[in-house]
Every structure is written in structure tokens, then in C-alpha cells.
């Protein structure tokens, strides 16, 4: 139901100041979209109403969901920036005007998209909340492309979808946001595919939950018993588009993935993780190979959870995710979690200095289709952490090799990498990084890069350093 106390009901902590702020947004909204109409058929009040659920739902503080509430009011309904601000005050008015300005270019394939993502990720950098209102504009207009009647435009938003906002999603750690857009544009990219996943999904997640249900009500009196209080149980199925990616590693054979329902444990402090993890362990065998500490070592975008598999002791396998609750919100809204609005644009924090490395990278790239290219190698291809021997992290996209490790770490050591240590044994220069491997390079002054490095490299950054020596060189 459209009704304005549905939105201020899941803000954080309204004060009275807020609440009025999303009535007042909520109100002119409605009232200057009256009449409008979307393709769908519904009053195009509709989608910006959504918009500004979804913001609060992530968590965003009133002066956002309300900027989300007004963010077509430029485009659409031809208010002025000078009337918004008076109504609403400078800084609302600075959010919808940065969303507008991004609503200019449409997408018509990845080549004449590029001054657009130029736009955004300046805009990113200069208030990263204009992002979260596109993702959160782009959420609920991927969530209606059914209404479309053309089929060309239901694939053209479908593309961009998967291709920029579910992945930056992903950057911002924003994990549900993530999943939804995906499986929401899955049956416009790839529709046999879809079909072909629903399919292999419906068999195998029932004789999953069967399993499941069987280890929760175990774990449960355990827990009882070892006095463990305040202790949540739930499952998650795997994501559709997620679980196509996992499949078309694994030949399509759904046998070979665990994951497709996992049992999640949400605990109440850190050492309670590890105590979980020790008793699941005491009364099931785990798999090997497969305990994962994301909580020492996180994932790239934040993400922190202990993962395990177990068997269940009746030829069934089952993944469990346990985690406290603060993780668990990080892990469905990633950065947005743990935000201070004190400060007029949010100030940026570490883990959004990507981005900056990003606008400043994107200057010294003209070709369009390199910048494209790129981008996705970059910036949006599942991360790595690498370790220097002294402990100090380095994120790298995943297949890197030692010598994007050397390049990211100084490009003098990369000129003159001549072997490298991982883990301790010696390999070879091409060799593809793990996830947590410790790496040392080792330089000898005389070397220098030779042509077969650029096949090793993965990075932009390798690869136009590579590059430049080899021209130097000749």
C-alpha cells in the first residue's frame, strides 16, 4: 500500500524532523506526478514511492529516501533545482540534481555508455548517496520490466543491469540488492538459461531443505544444551543468477555445488561464531577444503561470515554461514550498514577509495572500448585478497598472476620482478593467485619485462607498465 507511514516505519531512528521531511517529499511527490503515467500502466507515482522504500530499507538516513521520493521531479515533472531547494534545502536538491544529470544518456550498448559511467562514478565520488538512489531507481524499474512491451528495451535495460549496477552493488558489498537485480534481468539476457536453472533449482533445493531442517533441529538442542541463547536459524536458497555463474564453472552439473540452500546462524557476539563453528564440527564431519574464515580475512567488498560444509551423515552435504548480526547486515547492505549522515555528502571511507582509483584511472584511458574493457577486468570481476609477507593486504582481481601482485605493489618492483615465492615454494611468474596466498617477489636489478608478461598479467595497471618498458626497450 502507497502510504507514507510504510516508508517511515522502516527508517533507522526517525527524529519528528525526519518524519516530516518524508511526509513533505512523500506529499509534493504525489502531487506534481498526478496524471503521470508509466509503461507498465500504473501512476508513475508508483516508481518513486518504491524508489524511496527500497532507501529506506537499505538503511538510509530521511534526507536520502526523501531525495529518492523527489528524484524524478526535475526530469519529469519539470520542478526547478531552485524550487527544490527552497521546499527541501541545498543538499536534497544537490542528490536529485546529481540523479538527473545520470538520467540523461540512455544506455544503447557498452560503447556509447562510457561518458555515462563517467558521469556516475564522479558523482559517486563527489556524494556516493547518488549511486544508491540510481541502484535503488534501477532496482524497482528491474523489478517491472514485465510491463515493457518492447522487447528490444526490456533488453537493453536488462544488459545494463547485470553489467554496471549489479556489479557496483557487489563493490558497495550490498549483497541482496545484488542478487535481486540479477535474478530480476536473468529471463530478458539469458531467457533458455533461466529456464534451464529454475528447472535444475526446483529438483535439487528440496532434497537440500529435507537435509537442512534435519542438521537445524540438531543443532538447535545442542546449542540448548550448551547454553548458547539469543541464537537465530534460518536458510538462504542460492540466488538464480548466482548459482548460473557457479554452474557454468562446474560444467552445469549441479551435484558439484553445496551452497544451492545453506543453513545461516546468526549469533550474538564474535567469540560465539567460533564456538558455533567448533560444535558443528563435534557433531558433524566437515568437508575439507572447504571452512572459510571470512571474518579474519573478509571478502574484498566487506563481506564477513565463517563458512563450512558439512555432511549430514545420510549422503546428504550442507553449507552453514554463521555470523553475528552486524555481519549480517553488512553482508545484505554492505557499506550503507554503518554510515554517519553527520557531514553534508557522507564522507568517503576506505572502502570506497576504489572508486576515486577508478575517476583517476579513467583520465589516462581514451579508447572507449579499452575503458570498457577494463572497467569490467578491473573493477567488476570477482576480487582476491594477496598477502605480502609482512601481512599487508593487496585486492586483485580473481586469475591475477605474481606479476599484477609486483605491479600493484610498485612498478619498479614489477620491472625488475625476476622470480616469486607463494606460500613459501617457488613458481612461476604466470601462475594464478588463490584467495589468502602470501606472496614475495623477488627482483634482480638487470631484469627487465619481457613480451610473454603481458599474456601473465590480468591488471590494466600490469599490462600498460609492461607495455611502456617494451617500448622503451625498442
Not at 4 to 26: F, R
Not at 132 to 146: E, Q, S
Not at 277 to 284: D, Q, T
Request: with cysteine; charged share 30%; net charge positive.
Amino acid at each position: 500500500m502507497q502510504d507514507v507511514k510504510s516508508i517511515i516505519s522502516i527508517l533507522k531512528s526517525p527524529s519528528e524532523k525526519d518524519k516530516e521531511l518524508v511526509k513533505s517529499a512523500y506529499e509534493f511527490a504525489e502531487k506534481v506526478h498526478k496524471g503521470e503515467k508509466r509503461f507498465t500502466g500504473e501512476p508513475y507515482f508508483t516508481h518513486v514511492f518504491e524508489t524511496g522504500k527500497h532507501l529506506a530499507a537499505f538503511g538510509m538516513d530521511a534526507k536520502t529516501t526523501s531525495a529518492g521520493l523527489l528524484h524524478d521531479t526535475i526530469e519529469n515533472a519539470g520542478i526547478s533545482g531552485e524550487e527544490l531547494e527552497k521546499r527541501f534545502g541545498e543538499e536534497i536538491r544537490f542528490l536529485v540534481e546529481g540523479v538527473t544529470k545520470l538520467g540523461t544518456l540512455k544506455y544503447r550498448g557498452l560503447e556509447r555508455h562510457v561518458e555515462s559511467l563517467r558521469k556516475l562514478f564522479v558523482a559517486t565520488a563527489q556524494d556516493f548517496r547518488v549511486l544508491i538512489i540510481k541502484l535503488a531507481d534501477r532496482l524497482h524499474n528491474a523489478g517491472t520490466l514485465h510491463g515493457h512491451t518492447r522487447p528490444d528495451k526490456q533488453r537493453r535495460i536488462a544488459l545494463e543491469t547485470l553489467e554496471i549496477y549489479a556489479p557496483l552493488a557487489n563493490r558497495l558489498g550490498m549483497g541482496k540488492l545484488k542478487g535481486d537485480l540479477e535474478d530480476y534481468v536473468f529471463p530478458y539476457v539469458h531467457p533458455e538459461a533461466c529456464q534451464e536453472v529454475k528447472e535444475l533449482l526446483k529438483q535439487k533445493s528440496k532434497i537440500n531443505k529435507k537435509y537442512l531442517e534435519k542438521i537445524r533441529r540438531s543443532l538447535q538442542k545442542e546449542l540448548a544444551k550448551q547454553g548458547m541463547q539469543n541464537i537465530k536459524t534460518d536458510y538462504r536458497v542460492k540466488h538464480l543468477y548466482s548459482l548460473y555463474k557457479k554452474l557454468l564453472k562446474r560444467d552445469m552439473d549441479i551435484d558439484k555445488i553445496h551452497d544451492i540452500v545453506a543453513l545461516r546462524i546468526i549469533v550474538s557476539t564474535l567469540g560465539d561464531c567460533y564456538r558455533v563453528l567448533g560444535i558443528i564440527h563435534g557433531m558433524w564431519t566437515p568437508l575439507p577444503g572447504r571452512i572459510k574464515d571470512y571474518i579474519a580475512v573478509p571478502k574484498p567488498n566487506g563481506y564477513r561470515s565463517l563458512h563450512t560444509t558439512i555432511f549430514t551423515g545420510d549422503g546428504g552435504i550442507v553449507e552453514v554461514q554463521i555470523r553475528t548480526e552486524e555481519m549480517h547486515n553488512e553482508a545484505e547492505y554492505g557499506i550503507v550498514s554503518h554510515l554517519s549522515y553527520k557531514d553534508k555528502g557522507v564522507k568517503q571511507t576506505d572502502k570506497l577509495r576504489w572508486i576515486q582509483q577508478l575517476i583517476e584511472w579513467q583520465k589516462s584511458v581514451s579508447e572507449t572500448g579499452e575503458f570498457l574493457e577494463n572497467l569490467k577486468m578491473d573493477f567488476f570481476e570477482d576480487r582476491i585478497f594477496i598477502f605480502t609477507p609482512e601481512g599487508d593486504v593487496i585486492d586483485l582481481p580473481e586469475q591475477s598472476s605474481p606479476i599484477d601482485f609486483a605491479y600493484a605493489i610498485h612498478s619498479d618492483i614489477g620491472d625488475h620482478a625476476a622470480g616469486a615465492k607463494v606460500n613459501g615454494k617457488f613458481v612461476a611468474l604466470g601462475t594464478k593467485l588463490q584467495n589468502g596466498d602470501i606472496v614475495e617477489i623477488q627482483t634482480k636489478k638487470s631484469n627487465r619485462p619481457v613480451s610473454k608478461w603481458s599474456d601473465y598479467a590480468k591488471t590494466t595497471l600490469a599490462k600498460r607498465r609492461i607495455r611502456s618498458a617494451l617500448q622503451k626497450e625498442q
